[in-house]
């Protein structure tokens, strides 16, 4: 006898926010799996990014999107706009903010979430950065800018609360089919998780316009079965020679200990053993040039 699907929920579920707030580690924590690359910077995500997470019952289609800001290049403007094509068709958005910081009354997101006819829950992130006296007043602020149909506190960082905002997501997931079959957690290729591992690595050592100026391509990736081994060959583009110089560091020591900390997580999430081959190559004002922006995957 076939399975009765009839109470079957599905559906979408955007993640956005200003940049910093949380989000990508909201999706890493949600779908229990490293998705999406973070860090303290701001506008570590270019790109959305799909986490799937499918219950008995149910099949939840979290998007990552990049931090929503006032962009000025067009890297930046492709990012902006892959965040709010994000808010369009989907069944539920999460709108992450920051409980250690006041209510942003400047942002670009209210306007956004008024053109879209879906329901929101404020997720009020880093819940444990802040006294729970301080929460009340934050809550009664949100409240007055936009009508929510919940508010929860949590922190995507230890896990706390994120229970409570799964019960109110799937509270809000209409019936729908298995999208995607049940052991899959994204639709991103593999490529591009590794790509973003390495630029995570770089994100994480260097500063200033150095990290918004990368952009990692993996260039072959071969799988060596009898040795349970990946090849994988990547290059890491910069805009500057400065920057060049930057990430090889002295007697080329930065790009060794960016490679060993990618090559951990890329064999984390492979289960195999990587051999990871990197290269850094100066492309002037990619950020700039349409051409590069799509061959770099940002169109
Ligand atoms: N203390 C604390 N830090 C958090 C929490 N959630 C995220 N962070 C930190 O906040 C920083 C930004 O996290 P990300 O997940 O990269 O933020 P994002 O919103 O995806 O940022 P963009 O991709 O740049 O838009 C990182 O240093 C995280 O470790 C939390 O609940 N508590
Ligand atoms: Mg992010």
Known sequence: MLPDNSNFRSGFV???????????T??????????????????????????????????????????IHAAKSPLNRFMVEQARSACLDVDLILWLVEA??????????????EKSRAPVVLVINKLDLVARERLLPLIDAYQRIFPFAAIIPLSALNGEGAGA???????????????????QVTDVPERFI?????????LHRTRDEVPYGVAVLV???QEEQMQNLVVIEAVIHVERDSHKGIIIG???????QIGQ???????????????????????????????LLREFGYE
């Open 14 to 24: 955007a993640i956005i926010g200003r940049p910093n707030v949380g989000k990508s």
């Open 26 to 67: 909201l999706l890493n924590r949600l779908v229990g799996q490293k998705l999406a690359i973070t860090s303290n910077k701001p506008q570590t995500t270019r790109n959305r990014i799909l986490g799937i997470l499918t219950g008995d019952d149910y099949q939840a289609l979290f998007v990552d999107t990049p931090g």
């Open 100 to 113: 250690d910081r006041p209510v942003d009354v400047e942002s670009l997101v209210p306007k956004l979430l």
């Open 165 to 183: 905002l799964l019960d109110e997501v799937l509270g809000h997931l209409p019936e729908g089919p298995l999208y995607f079959p049940a052991d």
């Open 194 to 202: 590794v790509a973003e591992m390495i630029r995570e690595q770089i």
């Open 219 to 221: 260039e072959s990736f």
């Open 250 to 256: 002295r007697g080329g020591q930065m790009l060794k």
């Open 261 to 291: 900390a990618a090559r951990h997580q890329i064999e984390r999430m492979l289960g195999v053993k990587v051999h990871l081959q990197l290269f850094v190559r100066v492309q002037k004002n990619w950020t700039a040039s349409g051409r």
